[in-house]
């Protein structure tokens, strides 16, 4: 007869159903705290700044920058930089989706999901002027350029790449808000009047000259008292100038 030591059963049994118990608890909690962080992730909107976003790791998120279509930038270009880009569009992948702060210079990702994510933003160059030293107008999201024909008042949308304002000769960049439901139309098509919720005008910072103090003795008719205003556009960044004589200067406006 061959003896055998004795194992108790029960008690390996009873280990084991532990164990599976205790693996689809902690699955089950995984589960739970997947979806829980994957809906609230759906949902929020997640400000970017170097790529790094307050739930996920430095490298889950990444920025490609182009000029145009095609051309890779090295860096994001900055705020009033000197080839005159600006952010034209954006697209991601794994379902996320961004949008331009044109105040803060950034952009703001939505429905970003717990993968790594890349998104290209692309810019173009616009058109700029030199007379207005740096103080061109620049638009947010629902701004839309616009030119305004002077014979019948027929409103287009401008191209922004184009020559769509001179203010050397006094035509002003024009801009409107749609209102809801309205989709931006194609560069230099018509905009009906009903479309338009509101117009804006863009006014840069700018001084004059005080020529003569209101002083017309010698001035015969009224059409010899009638003077240009000399204008000067100043940058944004230059101290701010004033006068109260004659061959003075006095500021008028401030950027927008």
Not at 23 to 49: D, G, R
Not at 131 to 157: A, F, M, Q, S
Request: charged share 30%; net charge negative; aromatic share 12%.
């Amino acid at each position: 007869m061959k003896l055998e030591k004795y194992v108790d059963k029960s008690k390996k049994k009873r280990k084991n159903i532990l164990i599976s118990l205790g693996v689809v608890v902690l699955i089950s909690v995984s589960l739970l705290l997947y979806k829980t962080f994957a809906s609230f992730t759906e949902s929020a909107e997640f400000p970017i700044m170097n790529g790094k976003v307050d739930y996920f790791g430095n490298s889950d998120i990444y920025f490609v920058f182009y000029k145009g279509e095609n051309q890779l930038l090295e860096e994001m270009p900055q705020k009033g930089n000197e080839e005159n880009l600006v952010f034209d569009h954006g697209e991601c992948d794994n379902g996320a989706s961004i949008e331009w702060n044109f105040e803060e210079w950034s952009p703001l990702v939505k429905n970003l999901k717990s993968v790594k994510t890349k998104c290209s933003l692309y810019f173009e160059e616009r058109y700029t002027e030199k007379i207005l030293r740096g103080t061109d107008p620049v638009l947010d999201g629902k701004l839309i350029p616009i030119k305004i024909n002077e014979e019948n008042g027929l409103v287009t949308r401008a191209n922004e790449k184009e020559k769509w304002y001179d203010y050397e000769n006094q035509e002003w960049a024009n801009a409107v808000i749609l209102r809801d439901g309205k989709a931006d139309p194609g560069e230099n098509e018509p905009i009906e009047e009903n479309d338009i919720e509101s117009y804006f005008v863009w006014i840069p910072r700018y001084r004059y000259e005080i020529f003569d103090e209101e002083n017309y003795e010698g001035l015969g008719t009224k059409e010899e008292k009638e003077q240009i205003i000399n204008v000067e556009f100043e940058n944004k960044d230059e101290e701010v100038k004033s006068g109260t004589t004659k061959g003075g200067a006095t500021v008028l406006g401030q950027i927008v």
